[in-house]
């Protein structure tokens, strides 16, 4: 018998996700069955959609999904043979019985870890996982930047983010992020090659955008939602292009008393905009080739992460909340 340790989310949150909404059980796996694997966890991601999907997603309790990577210690699936590494979304866990013939929905995903070489393994819940997928798939097939063009991503210095600056850099457009501390926008200017970057927090947007890109934006890649949105938006070029991501801003705020939306149409109409929401599993078939990109460019250089680890699963709560916080830079993550 394995014993094994899960957090499980007790009541829906109101506003900042309490400690206490969490309850962390303690239990005893059974044996595996044919069609089945015992993995161990090493690596587990905290994401902004921990949150936002808590508002409408699923009934209390549950348990705290997210996607992990981990290492396969027992198995009776010939295709996952003991050794191998696995992403699942499995969530906040240690160790977990997981059946890969279940279902290929995103909710109950298994497969197998891509070779990371030289690497560490922890990318494929970043870089070379779900946040890789979004920025990719986001950015080129929804905005469909052209070289030369301008493109502004918010959230800039988080995992999707910068990624999203890299790859327009790469592609051949001028770049331009937000993102919430001073730390950050030297991270993005100095390290990563973005053109500009400004921390949202201290600068008039609309002055600091109207400079940074006087013949204005062609390519929106919104993170975080809110107020910055409706101004960068304002600020966009005929056949502007808008992949909204995520929202960020409003995650914590109650969904059915969120304000009605600033009125966009002028722009939209006026400037004949494209706006699309998408969800990087709509390309779940796909994936596999922008992990195949987002590696060769890490391999060249061309892309470089960064991760923010905190150890211990103990400590999954206060990863989770210092990521909504903004404390990270790169991907927030935690080693097992
Ligand atoms: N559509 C899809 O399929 C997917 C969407 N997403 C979305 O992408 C976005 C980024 O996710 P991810 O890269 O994983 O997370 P990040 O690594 O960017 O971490 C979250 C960041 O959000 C910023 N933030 C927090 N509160 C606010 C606020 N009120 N206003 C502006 N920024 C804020 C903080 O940075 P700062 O210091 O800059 O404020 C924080 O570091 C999220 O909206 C998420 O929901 C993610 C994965 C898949
Ligand atoms: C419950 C399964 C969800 C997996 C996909 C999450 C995509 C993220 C969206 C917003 O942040």
Known sequence: MVKARKYVVKRYFEGVPKRDDFEIIEYELPPIQNGEILVKAE???????????????????????????????????????????????????????????????????????????????????????????????????????????????????????????????????????????????????????????????????????????????????DNVGGEISSIIIGQMNDFGRVAVCGSISSYND??????KATILQIPLVMKQLKIEGFLAPRWRDRWSEAFSDLYKWIKSGDLKTREHVTEGFDKLYDAFIGMLNGENIGKALVKI
């Open 43 to 221: 690596w587990v991601s905290v994401d902004p959609y921990l949150r936002a999907y808590n508002n409408f997603r699923f009934p209390v309790p549950y348990d705290q999904f997210s996607y992990q990577v981990g290492l396969v210690e027992d198995s009776k699936d010939p295709r996952f043979p003991v050794g191998t590494r696995v992403v699942s979304h499995k969530g906040w866990c240690d160790y977990s019985v997981m059946n890969a013939n279940v279902s290929n929905s995103p909710a109950e995903i298994i497969y197998k870890l891509p070779d990371m070489k030289d690497f560490s393994n922890s990318l494929g819940i970043g870089a070379v996982g779900l946040p890789g997928a979004t920025a990719y798939f986001g950015l080129l097939e929804i905005c469909q930047p052209k070289a030369g063009e301008t493109v502004v991503v918010t959230g800039a210095a988080g995992a999707v983010g910068s990624l999203v600056g890299q790859i327009a850099k790469i592609k051949g457009c001028r770049v331009i992020g937000f993102a919430g501390s001073d730390d950050k926008v030297n991270w993005l200017e100095k390290d990563l090659g973005f053109d500009k970057a400004f921390n949202y927090k201290t600068v008039d947007v609309q002055k600091v955008l109207k400079k940074a890109a006087p013949k204005g934006v062609d390519c929106y890649f």
């Open 254 to 259: 109650d969904f059915a008393k969120l304000p």
